[in-house]
């Protein structure tokens, strides 16, 4: 039976790159079944390929990424990234087999590393889960990316984003943490961002088994505080961090859309975070 499964998203902004990496495989001799699905499809071809194959090639950007691990999970299947998306933050921070050759060696000299992944309400995040700001953001891109490029999206998106965004009354709560809020911009993400955050967005470690907290101490965003926090020295932006699982609670809130590693879903609350540590096994460099 045939090791590896490559699973590809065929919606993934730089799905046609997938050409380049099988005409490596078959130079190099290096045995897979390709499997190219929609991205309505793509849960269920992961669960169906789990008992099937030992290493799955998952192509696409993070949410395609998140997709794979919600079920590669705490199991024995080892996860590898096509770095197939518009932004691929992941692959970047982990610095994963970014290029063709890259891959390749790694698939011929294989090397595995197991991270930690966060999950609210049972639903994994690979990189991070937001309220407030970036799910109305998110929410507009989508519309958007519908008749423009995903990258110019963005633009409009943010823009509408800022002048039409709610605030929450939030409390947030674990063995750590005990503190109410009303924000429009609540962040917890899997492991803790630099601390130049949000000017520099990256983590230096997937193994600490923690959450990290982020949020605007008071009021709506506005492009003259965006610019405030990329440039300035300003206090009225909050990290902390939790080792246990986070509760959140929003006045007036039963169900609330959320962001998922930039997807938007919709939840209902309470909002229960957790780290689960070492849960997913990756390919990477040797």
Not at 95 to 121: G, R
Not at 129 to 136: A, D, K, L, Q
Not at 247 to 270: A, C, F, H, Q, Y
Request: glycine residues 4%; contains cysteine; positive net charge.
């Amino acid at each position: 039976m045939t090791k590896i499964a490559i699973i590809l998203n065929k919606s993934a902004k730089n799905a046609a790159q997938i050409d380049n990496y099988l005409t490596a495989f078959n130079k190099e001799k290096i045995d897979y079944h390709c499997y190219r699905v929609a991205p309505e499809n793509l849960e269920s071809q992961i669960k169906h390929c789990l008992t099937d194959y030992s290493l799955l090639l998952v192509g696409g950007g993070d949410g395609t990424i998140r997709s794979a691990a919600q079920w590669c999970a705490n199991s024995s299947t080892i996860l590898g990234v096509l770095p197939l998306g518009t932004m691929n933050h992941f692959a970047k921070e982990l610095q994963l087999p970014l290029t063709v050759n890259d891959l390749v060696s790694a698939l011929k000299q294989p090397k595995f590393i197991k991270i930690d992944l966060a999950e609210v309400n049972g639903k994994v995040f690979i990189n991070n889960s937001s309220i407030g700001f970036y799910p109305r953001l998110a929410k507009k891109r989508d519309f958007y990316a519908k008749h423009y490029p995903k990258w110019i999206s963005y633009i409009p998106s943010f823009l509408e984003a800022l002048r039409y965004h709610e605030t929450f009354s939030i409390t947030v709560k674990s063995k750590e943490v005990d503190f109410s809020i009303h924000t429009s911009f609540f962040m917890i993400s899997n492991n803790l961002y630099s601390y130049q955050f949000p000017a520099t967005i990256s983590r230096d470690n997937f193994d600490q088994k923690i959450l990290g907290i982020y949020f605007l101490k008071r009021g709506k965003l506005s492009l003259s505080k965006v610019i405030d926090h990329l440039f300035r020295k300003i206090n009225n932006f909050k990290i902390l961090a939790s080792k246990t699982p986070i509760k959140i609670e929003i006045e007036k809130k039963p169900r609330i859309n959320i962001s998922l590693d930039g997807d938007t879903v919709t939840m209902e609350t309470p909002l229960i975070y957790r780290c689960l540590p070492d849960s997913l096994q990756l390919l990477t460099l040797a």
